[in-house]
């Protein structure tokens, strides 16, 4: 079992930025990926971004490539979503994930965390 802990969110005004973070405990050494997603009010869950084990790789969303940035400290079994110039439809609870491979569906990861609201204000 892997529990992950989300950690960061909060109110922001456009423009701004937030760090999300997300504590893993637990078998961690058998996941390769972890990613962020998010959902809104009456909206599917999206991903956002994912990172493998080393760091190495990283993908995201086209919404916020270039604005949001994935990182992990593998000493510290924790992810960071680092997300400057934020929007108004940046707004949503943020998910943590961990997988068994570096994927970017929400299927593909088996073990979530709590989530954290980020709202973002015009």
């Known amino acids: 079992q892997v529990q992950l802990v989300e950690s960061g969110g909060g109110l922001v005004q456009a423009g701004g930025s937030l760090r999300l973070s997300c504590a893993a405990s637990?078998?961690?050494?058998?996941?390769?990926?972890m990613g962020w997603f998010r959902q809104a009010p009456g909206k599917e869950r999206e991903f956002v971004a994912a990172i493998s084990r080393s760091g190495g790789t990283t993908y995201y969303a086209d919404s916020v490539k270039g604005r949001f940035t994935i990182s992990r400290d593998n000493a510290k079994n924790t992810v960071y979503l680092q997300m400057n110039s934020l929007k108004p439809e940046d707004t949503a609870v943020y998910y943590c994930?961990?997988?068994?491979?570096?994927?970017?569906?929400?299927?593909?990861?088996?073990?979530w965390g709590q989530g954290t609201q980020v709202t973002v204000s015009s």
């Open positions: 637990g078998r961690t050494s058998s996941m390769y990926g």
């Open positions: 994930a961990a997988a068994l491979a570096l994927v970017t569906v929400p299927n593909g990861y088996n073990y």
